[in-house]
């Protein structure tokens, strides 16, 4: 992205005036999500400070994907006995992310869709990457997060440009078109880099927001550079998954050999993720 479309996407972004704030509730539940040593106590009771976080959490405890055989009926139960810490707060950032843009203006936008990918993207990153040792640095909760909200910029482009976006979305499926290559053509700036301002503005760890900023950037050699890699392979992944296609070994290879990742261990993934049904709303 050169400098001019950045300036533009840049004042795009602050000239607009309803662009949400986190709310103070909000702004408590990111401080306790972002606190590394929080206890199952502590987080419950901030989460409270919504009832509607805590509806879809428990909504997604008593889920096929999640659920343990009985009824979940409050939030230290769903975290202590189904979700866990860690995924309790990756989910928790979603469900923020995604009350705070209201996408109803851009039809074309598949809110199930798009949460349903970006989950079985961060589920596949979470798990492949115990079989990567170039990634045992990272803890797992921060990988789950960074693939949750890798196309997060797709989300906010929904609320920013509706029609625009609901445009490019209907070329795209009627086209056979990736839509982030439209994206980037029709906007003058990528996916990857929206979020990138959002977090920045929103100061999110700058773990995820250097794995926007430099998501298309082949020559970024920084320590992120393995879990940008894997994001790319989790995100072809789940692409293929979802559409039901067969997983052709040829297109990990490389990928994989470069993360000194086993192959198999990405097709094993998609076979087994195949007999769930995530949901993520």
């Not at 072809?236 to 559409?243: G, I, P, Y």
């Amino acid at each position: 992205m050169d400098d001019h479309a950045k300036h533009a996407i840049e004042l795009q972004l602050n000239a607009v005036k309803n662009l949400p704030a986190l709310p103070e509730a909000g702004l408590r539940i990111l401080n306790a999500i972002n606190t590394p040593d929080i206890s199952i106590d502590a987080l419950a009771d901030v989460l409270m400070l919504s009832p509607g976080l805590v509806a879809r959490l428990l909504g997604l405890a008593n889920s096929a994907y999640f659920a343990r055989g009985t009824t979940v009926t409050d939030i230290h139960t769903a975290i202590f006995n189904v979700l866990g810490l860690d995924l309790v707060k990756a989910l928790s950032l979603a469900i923020i992310f995604n009350v705070q843009f209201d996408t109803r203006k851009c039809p074309e936008f598949e809110t199930e869709h798009f949460w349903m990918r970006s989950l079985i993207t961060a589920d596949a990153a979470q798990k492949l990457a115990g079989d990567s040792p170039l990634l045992q640095n990272l803890s797992p909760s921060a990988i789950y997060v960074s693939g949750l909200l890798l196309d997060i910029g797709v989300l906010v482009l929904s609320y920013l440009m509706p029609d625009k976006l609901n445009d490019i979305l209907s070329d795209c499926k009627n086209h056979s078109v990736a839509v982030n290559r439209a994206i980037g053509e029709k906007i003058g700036v990528s996916h990857y880099q929206i979020g990138f301002f959002l977090f920045n503005r929103w100061h999110l760890p700058e773990l995820y927001q250097t794995v926007l900023q430099q998501y298309e950037n082949a020559e970024f050699a920084g320590v992120e550079r393995s879990l940008i890699n894997l994001l790319q392979i989790c995100r072809r992944l789940s692409a293929s998954v979802q559409a039901g296609d067969n997983i052709n070994l040829q297109d990990f290879e490389m990928d994989c050999r470069d993360l000194q990742l086993p192959l198999q261990s990405a097709v094993l993934f998609a076979e087994q993720f195949t007999e769930k049904k995530p949901l993520c709303k």
